[in-house]
């Protein structure tokens, strides 16, 4: 079992920066991948970035490659997702997920932190 808890959420103008994280604990000697990914109302869950845990190999949407940097620091069992250059259109509930496998779907999900981007 793994258990995520994300943090850092909030609100913020657009052009500005904001830094999500998520503490794992658990097993965390069986995760392979950590993902971050975002559901805005009305509209499917879309992926965000993610980072295999061992290699730190990352790994970007489209939407957000050059504003959003996922990084992990294994001594302290984190994630990060660093977010700049915000835009209204970045505005969802951010999920910080893992998965043990290398590929498919991803088994342990966080309960989410809201990002607002608005003036």
């Known amino acids: 079992q793994v258990q995520l808890v994300e943090s850092g959420g909030g609100l913020v103008q657009p052009g500005g920066s904001l830094r999500l994280s998520c503490a794992a604990s658990?097993?965390?000697?069986?995760?392979?991948?950590m993902g971050w990914f975002r559901q805005a109302p009305g509209k499917e869950r879309e992926f965000v970035a993610s980072i295999w845990w061992s290699a730190g190999t990352t790994f970007y949407g489209d939407s957000v490659k050059g504003r959003f940097t996922i990084s992990r620091d294994i001594a302290k069992n984190t994630v990060a997702l660093q977010m700049n250059s915000l835009k209204p259109e970045d505005t969802a509930v951010y999920y910080c997920a893992a998965r043990m496998g290398g590929y498919g779907k991803y088994d342990y999900w966080g309960q989410g932190t809201q990002v607002t981007v608005s003036s």
């Open positions: 658990g097993s965390i000697f069986s995760i392979h991948t």
